[in-house]
């Protein structure tokens, strides 16, 4: 089976490793840049991406992943990893940095602050069933894309209707909203797909 380690520098890790325990993959968390060695591909988790930022930096780990990227690992981010993903953010902080690797802008908290959470149905083109009953916590959306960004998903209604939250460049899939919270295991089933198909089996 393919080999999917999940950043467990801060965030809901367990959740992810527990997704995608179910969506028959080995799945372990990485700390260390040798650890990265062992995997076909990386879950970054929500969470705190200013934190997740430091942390990188601290660990070492924000080159050695920034290389894979280059080197084609298929990699999936939830919320705070969709802005970790990003080539640029908005809102953040100042020092803040990102692995990059999708050619887009997100703006971090965009849902506004009297709201720090809440749900909504979102449309996902290629996931089966397409639509989906999404979790947002202090999340950002997606305001630029690139021109080799596929845009897979947006809020179908409520007053942020039409917001970009899911999008594919490559190898790369990242969302706003947190399928790891929800235990519908669609997300991270087309994510093992993707990883399938990027590196076959061993
Ligand atoms: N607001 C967080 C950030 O900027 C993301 C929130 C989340 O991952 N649930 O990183």
């Known amino acids: 089976p393919v080999n999917i380690g999940v950043l467990a520098l801060q965030g809901d890790v367990r959740e992810h490793l527990a997704a995608l325990a179910e969506s028959d993959v080995l799945a372990r968390?990485?700390?260390?840049p040798e650890e990265l060695d062992g995997v076909d591909a990386l879950v970054l988790p929500g969470g705190e991406s200013t934190a997740i930022s430091n942390l990188a930096v601290t660990f070492g780990l924000l080159d050695p992943i920034r290389e894979r990227i280059a080197g084609g690992m298929p990699v999936y981010g939830s919320c705070a990893g969709m802005?970790?993903?990003?080539?640029t953010v908005l809102d953040g902080r100042p020092d803040q940095e990102t692995f990059r690797g999708i050619d887009m802008t997100v703006?971090?908290?965009a849902f506004g602050r009297q709201v720090d959470s809440f749900e909504a149905a979102v449309t996902i083109d290629d996931v089966e069933g397409g639509d989906f009953h999404a979790i947002?916590?202090?999340?950002?959306?997606?305001?630029?894309?690139g021109e080799d960004v596929?845009?897979?998903g947006r809020v179908a209604d409520g007053p942020a209707a039409g917001r970009i939250v899911?999008?594919?460049?490559?190898?790369?899939?990242?969302t706003a909203f947190h399928p790891e919270l929800t235990?519908?295991?669609?997300?991270?089933r087309y994510f093992v797909e993707m990883v399938r198909q990027a590196a076959p089996a061993r």
């Open 29 to 32: 968390p990485i700390r260390r």
């Open 83 to 87: 802005i970790m993903l990003a080539s």
């Open 107 to 109: 703006r971090r908290n």
């Open 136 to 145: 947002f916590i202090r999340a950002p959306w997606v305001e630029e894309v």
């Open 150 to 152: 596929r845009v897979l």
């Open 166 to 174: 899911a999008v594919r460049q490559g190898n790369l899939l990242a």
């Open 183 to 188: 235990g519908d295991l669609r997300v991270h």
